[in-house]
Each structure stands twice: as structure tokens, then as C-alpha cells.
């Protein structure tokens, strides 16, 4: 047996009984390890106060002054009780006064007349003046009046309604003091702490929560952000290589297969990163341990086919092969291409199929009873080569006779949504290939992919033309309108056609019926006007004058399959000018003649996303142009993300974009935005440098020590941590 390790002992062995229920009630922590690293939020530095009659409206800043007066009322509009308090810099003189006010806050009810407290917020000019609402605050000990006295900064902490900072300092203060940190081992390997010059974790603990400089503090913070990025790295090796150790099937290449059919059928030549890709990947699938890739490219740089290429190489070692999508309209999209690709190739099941055809099938939840049965019975039996699905094709009840390979669709996201479901329907792990036209900036890469090896392919096909993005906003000029869709005419009068794209199908009921944008991505989507639906601006085009001999036509996820078929083949054959649709053009389509794509209230939409719609203009000889559209102010927020894609067709420089304006718990999933063992200094936005130095020393350490045995205190964290690191890793 052995003793509790330091960090996991209870707080109530340790703090009064009252305390520890307190501490464990408002903040969910329990033991001590997690105690200590509840960080300061911030530090207040005395030498740096401002007196009160310097504060400036909107500057961050920290006073301390005397409460002069305290007034407590109850709310009726909004139900609650509102404190508010005035603070003088001296109370005796008609000195400058700050208003402080509090909503709700019953910890607040300390702070009578007279007491002296250390101030520090952004100030706001209300009706009462200069106004702190819900400042971090301290209590001053009366003999501190002197500034003099303490000059150590002070740390303040994450306060709740009924629990003061200095509160939680004093708990803090009081296990430091009765010698907690004893004992308590460090996680870090010495040779990184060497590496990186780290200090040591006890006096780390005692300069994070008790600094005598703030430059302590800063190298205590920079500490324990270190170790963040070393655990989850450490996590990431360690399921790398568990993932390497499972055992797989090889299946190595042949030359005399559906592949090298398939290549000499080929209509054009493979770009060098397609054939780069493609070769990282076949050496995989010949491997004995799983592969775990990523596809990277953006839309049209060829995805598809280099998949497909590792199909074939798959069906031709006898296994077979799962294709999932994010939606049923994806899925059939990608159905309907990878049987145009293959031609001949993929009509194997039927009586005039060409030597070496293969069999591919389509399911989802809509695929009729009669030929899912079908489906499922050719899987089962080993004569379907490849099926084509949507995720929810997991669910179903399907069982392979030999799947060898899953690719997966994860289109604009960066989640890596049930993959581990379909691998355990395999008898042994499937290789897995995963595909994303959204360029992974690093920091994900490092971190939500952290375990994946990565393949990207940076260049388009030759042919390919630049696609021109313009911004135009309606709310400045409403005239532009018009002239929107008689620009529409003029390409339709050139022989092209057009993509107008909306982010409803219907009135406001359909809001989430599939057409929308992800709500997730169009921030601030319940402000501003009613967005416009493809229904009732199809009415619209219909009725316009410059569009009276065009050929409208829509489509949107809510329409029966075979009519979505019959639509979207009409336009691929250029029988329809111009295509209102939702979303549910965002990729799979190939229609070289499509030239103009005019995306309304462009603002609802997420910046990988229109990058990935107007992508499907351009794709011919001609060129393309996209205009966002959009009825919101110039200089609203949600425009700078139009004028950024306006701005540049680096898909990269896009994502990266998009990651640093996300906020960070939106990248890292819920789970992780609070809780006991989030993140908690770590940025994955901005702290690139220090995750790729703990990434390289972590993977070491695993390659060295694959079980951690000279590493007992980092194993045992790793164990703890697995669980929650899994929420990381895998965002909701
Ligand atoms: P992605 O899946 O990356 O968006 P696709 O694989 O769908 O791209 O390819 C887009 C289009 O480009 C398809 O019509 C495909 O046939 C074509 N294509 C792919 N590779 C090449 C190539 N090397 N040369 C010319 N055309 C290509
Ligand atoms: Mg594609």
C-alpha cells in the first residue's frame, strides 16, 4: 500500500472542516493539488496604483481608497440587490470619489464605511460618474494605510458571490505556511527543468501564490505553463504510441490491380504533393501498426482522388473501405464523384462490370429499406468494396467481413468526432485516413490532432484561376442590391452560371433545418436583420427585372433526395442559370462554368466556411468572383471576418484567423473552459513556442520510456489526467 500522494490529499484534512466544505462548494476543489493551482488571476502591483481623480474611462487600472458611503437595494426589473458604493482617495477631504457598485454579491456586504480596499477594474462613466462595476477588490488591513508597508504585490484570485479573493489568498496563505508543499513531488522531468531553466515546483508554488516581485511571479507562471503543455503532450505520445502498438493487417500495393487501372484511366497527371501524399500514405497501409493520418488541402487540391487512390490500394489487399461525412447531402455528394471518377471501374456487382470493377455503395439515413439490405448484406458477404455514408452509418447496425481502411470527412472542422467508434467494428483496427479542407494551423495541429500524422497538399491542380472576393455591404448602399443581380445577368449573358448562396432554407422555423450556417460560427447571429431564406429570395429573383430570362432554379437540404439529384445535375449540365441553395453546395459540387457566387448575409457564416463556398467557383478556365453580402453595419464585428476572407485566398492564413479571433474554450470544447483540470495558464493560441518545446521533450520521454517506469509521479498524473484530456481532445 501505498501513502495518498501530497496533491491528492483532502482539504479537509488539512483546512478547518467549515473551509474545506466552503472551498469545495464554491469552487468544486477538494484536494489540495487542485487548491494550489487555483492561480491568481491577476497580481496587483501597490507601486503601481493610480490615485483616484487619475482614472481614465475604459484604462484598466488599480486604486486604494476608503468607502465613504455603502447603500444596499433590492432590484425589482431585474430581481436582485444592487451595492453601491462611493471611494474616496481620502476620506476626510472633499477629495475625487470613484463609484463602485456590485450586483448581487453578497461577499461585498464587508465592505462598509471606512473600510480601506485596493481597487483594480476598468472604470466606465455611468450616471454617478466614473463608475468600477464588479472590480477585483482587497480588504486592506488598517496599518497598511501606508503604502510603504507591503510593497509585494498582491495576488488576486477568481472570486465568486459569496467568496471574497482575499478569502481564498488567506486559505492559501495558511497550507503554505503550515508546510504543505513538503513532500510534494514534481512532475517534470529533471532534464527539462534544466532544459528550460524552470523553477523548481515547490518555490514555483510559493511564487505564484506569494510573490515578493512580480518578475517571480511571471517565472512561476511560466513554470506551470510549461507543465501544462508537457502533460498533454505526454498524453498525446502516449496514445501515439498505444495506437502504434495495436496491431493491423497490412495491405501493401499491388501492381496488378483497380489501382494501377485506375491510374492509367486517369484524366490528368498527379501533382507532386498529391503523389507525395499519396505515397506517405500507401507506406502506411502497407505497415503493421494502424495509420492514423490527416489529409490536409484546400478545397480542389485533389483530396478526393488521393483517397480514393488508398481505396483502391486497400480493395486490391481483399479488405474493404468506410467513407464518412459529416451530412447525408455530403455523403451523396461524395458518392456521386468517386463513381464518376472511377467510371467503369466502379460498377462491380453488375453483369457488364470491367475486370478489377468494384463495388460502391451508398448509406444513409435516408437510403430506402429495401437497398440498405442490399447494402448491409454486401458488406457482410465482402461484395461491397467500398461504402460511402454519413457518421451515422455507425450507428447502424453494420458489420464488415474485412474492413481494412475509414476515411473521414471532417470538412471545415476541426473536431475529430467518433472516429474510435467505426475502428472498433473492425476486427482489428482499420488504418484510418482523415480529410480536412481547412488548413490546421499548428497550435491544433500540436495540440486537438497532436496525436496524427499529418500529409498536406499545398498546391492546386494547374488551370486553376484566382478567385476575386468582394465585400459588399447593403447597409451603406442599398442601391448595390440591383446591381448585384444585374451583375448576376451579365455572367448569365456571357454563358456562365451562378451560385447565390443563404443561410436559411425557409422563414425562421427552418433555423435549424440543415440549410443554416453552423450556429456556432456566425457570432452575433441573433442580432441584425432576419436573415434572408432561399425560398423567399428565390420569389424574389423570379420577379426580378434584370434576371426576367435567366433559368432560377433551388436547392437545399430539405428536398427530396432525387429531386436534389435532378436539381444538382441540371446545373452541372448548365440547364440552370443561376442556383439559390443553402449550404449544401459547399462542396462536392464541380461545375467549372459556375463563375459568380453572391453569398447573402455572408456575416452568418464562419471564415473557413465561406472560404470553403467560394471555392466552388473558379474551378474552370475562366476565373472566379465571390461577393459576401451583408446588411450589417461597416463597422460592426462580424464584417472584419468578411474583409479578412476578402482579403486573402490563403486558406491557412484563414484558419489561423479564425483560431485567434475564436475564444479559446471555443477551440478546446466546453469541458475545458473551466473546471479543476482545464487548462489554466496555457493558451494553444498563443503559446506555439512553448507547446512545440514540451511536445519535443514529451515525445522523447515516451520513445525512451514508453511506460513512464522512470517517471513514477508523471505516470501516475498522466493516469488521472487521461480521462479529461480525452474531453480535450476530442471537443465537443
Ligand atoms: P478536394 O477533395 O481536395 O476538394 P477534389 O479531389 O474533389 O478536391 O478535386 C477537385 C477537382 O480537381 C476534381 O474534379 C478532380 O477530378 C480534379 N483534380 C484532382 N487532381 C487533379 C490533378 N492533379 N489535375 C487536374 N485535376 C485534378
Ligand atoms: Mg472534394
Given at each position: 500500500m501505498t501513502a495518498v500522494p501530497v496533491r491528492e490529499q483532502p482539504l479537509s484534512a488539512l483546512l478547518a472542516a467549515a473551509d474545506a466544505t466552503r472551498i469545495e462548494r464554491e469552487l468544486g476543489i477538494t484536494t489540495l493539488g487542485d487548491l494550489l493551482d487555483y492561480y491568481p488571476r491577476r497580481y496587483i502591483e501597490r507601486g503601481a496604483l493610480a490615485p483616484i481623480a487619475e482614472l481614465v474611462p475604459g484604462v484598466d487600472a488599480s486604486v486604494i481608497g476608503t468607502v465613504v458611503d455603502f447603500r444596499k437595494r433590492r432590484m425589482h426589473q431585474r430581481r436582485g440587490t444592487l451595492y453601491e458604493l462611493k471611494v474616496a482617495d481620502d476620506p476626510d477631504a472633499a477629495g475625487a470619489r470613484v463609484s463602485v457598485v456590485f450586483f448581487n454579491n453578497r461577499a461585498v456586504e464587508r465592505l462598509v464605511t471606512g473600510t480601506r480596499l485596493l481597487l483594480s477594474g476598468v472604470p466606465t462613466v455611468r450616471q454617478d460618474g466614473l463608475t468600477l462595476s464588479h472590480p477585483d477588490y482587497e480588504i486592506l488591513a488598517?496599518?497598511?494605510?501606508?503604502?510603504?508597508?507591503d510593497l509585494r504585490p498582491t495576488p488576486i484570485y477568481g472570486a465568486t458571490k459569496t467568496m471574497a479573493s482575499d478569502w481564498i489568498r488567506k486559505q492559501i496563505g495558511r497550507l503554505l505556511d503550515d508546510g504543505v508543499l513538503e513532500g510534494l513531488a514534481d512532475p517534470l522531468p529533471p532534464e527539462s527543468q534544466a532544459a528550460e531553466r524552470l523553477l523548481p515546483l515547490r518555490q514555483a508554488y510559493r511564487s505564484i501564490h506569494r510573490p515578493d516581485t512580480l518578475q517571480e511571479a511571471y517565472r512561476a507562471q511560466h513554470r506551470f505553463k510549461y507543465q501544462e503543455a508537457f502533460l498533454l503532450q505526454t498524453v498525446l505520445a502516449t496514445r501515439r504510441a498505444a495506437h502504434e502498438a495495436l496491431p493491423a493487417v497490412p495491405r501493401p500495393p499491388r501492381s496488378d490491380g483497380v489501382l494501377s487501372a485506375f491510374d492509367a484511366a486517369l484524366p490528368f497527371t498527379l501533382t507532386a504533393g498529391q503523389l507525395a501524399a499519396g505515397a506517405e500514405i500507401s507506406a502506411d497501409l502497407a505497415s503493421t501498426s494502424p495509420m492514423n493520418r490527416l489529409l490536409q488541402g484546400e478545397v480542389g487540391s485533389g483530396k478526393t482522388v488521393v483517397a480514393l487512390r488508398a481505396i483502391l490500394q486497400t480493395v486490391d489487399a481483399g479488405a474493404q473501405a468506410a467513407f464518412l461525412a459529416p451530412t447525408e447531402v455530403l455523403a451523396e455528394q461524395h458518392f456521386r464523384s468517386i463513381r464518376a471518377a472511377l467510371g467503369?471501374?466502379?460498377?462491380?456487382?453488375?453483369?457488364t462490370a470491367a475486370e478489377h470493377a468494384i463495388r460502391v455503395d451508398l448509406l444513409t439515413g435516408s437510403t430506402p429499406q429495401a437497398s440498405k439490405k442490399r447494402t448491409l448484406l454486401g458488406l457482410a458477404s465482402g461484395e461491397v468494396d467500398l461504402v460511402v455514408g454519413t457518421h451515422a452509418l455507425l450507428s447502424e447496425n453494420v458489420g464488415f467481413v474485412e474492413l481494412g481502411m475509414v476515411v473521414v470527412d471532417e470538412q471545415h472542422r476541426f473536431g475529430v468526432e467518433q472516429r474510435d467508434v467505426l475502428r472498433q467494428r473492425a476486427a482489428t483496427t482499420p488504418h484510418t485516413l482523415i480529410m480536412t479542407a481547412t488548413p490546421i494551423p499548428r497550435t491544433i495541429a500540436m495540440t486537438s490532432f497532436g496525436d496524427l500524422a499529418v500529409s498536406t497538399l499545398t498546391e492546386l491542380p494547374r488551370g486553376r484561376q484566382p478567385i476575386r472576393t468582394h465585400v459588399s455591404s447593403l447597409e451603406a448602399h442599398p442601391a448595390w442590391e440591383t446591381r448585384l443581380w444585374e451583375r448576376a445577368r451579365e455572367e448569365i449573358a456571357a454563358g456562365r452560371q451562378v451560385f447565390v448562396v443563404c443561410p436559411l432554407i425557409g422563414g425562421a422555423a427552418d433555423r435549424n433545418g440543415g440549410g443554416k450556417a453552423r450556429a456556432g460560427s456566425s457570432a452575433g447571429a441573433d442580432e441584425g436583420p432576419q436573415p434572408t431564406s432561399a425560398e423567399a429570395l428565390t420569389e424574389q429573383l423570379v420577379n426580378e427585372p434584370s434576371l426576367r430570362e435567366a433559368v432560377i432554379s433551388i436547392l437545399h437540404g430539405g428536398l427530396p433526395s432525387d429531386v436534389k439529384d435532378q436539381t444538382m445535375t441540371a446545373f452541372a449540365r448548365g440547364e440552370i442559370d443561376l442556383l439559390v441553395s443553402t449550404t449544401v453546395v459547399e462542396v462536392g459540387v464541380d461545375v467549372p462554368n459556375a463563375t459568380l457566387m453572391i453569398i447573402m448575409?455572408?456575416?452568418?457564416?464562419?471564415v473557413a466556411q465561406l472560404h470553403q463556398l467560394r471555392g466552388r467557383v473558379g474551378r474552370g478556365a475562366h476565373g472566379g468572383t465571390c461577393i459576401l453580402v451583408t446588411r450589417l453595419a461597416e463597422d460592426h464585428p462580424s464584417t472584419g471576418r468578411l474583409f479578412k476572407v476578402a482579403s486573402t485566398t490563403d486558406g491557412l492564413e484563414l484558419s489561423e484567423y479564425d483560431v485567434d479571433t475564436r475564444k479559446e474554450g471555443d477551440i478546446l470544447g466546453?469541458?475545458?473552459?473551466?473546471?479543476?483540470?482545464?487548462?489554466?495558464?496555457?493558451r494553444v493560441t498563443r503559446d506555439q513556442k512553448v507547446i512545440a518545446r514540451a511536445r519535443d521533450a514529451a515525445f522523447d520521454v515516451i520513445r525512451r520510456d514508453p511506460g513512464l517506469e522512470g517517471y513514477p509521479t508523471l505516470r501516475h498524473i498522466i493516469s488521472t489526467m487521461d480521462e479529461d484530456s480525452k474531453a480535450f481532445l476530442e471537443r465537443a
Open positions: 488598517p496599518e497598511s494605510d501606508d503604502p510603504g508597508v467503369p471501374l466502379g460498377e462491380g456487382g453488375t453483369l448575409d455572408a456575416d452568418r457564416f464562419g466546453a469541458s475545458q473552459s473551466g473546471g479543476a483540470s482545464s487548462l489554466k495558464l496555457l
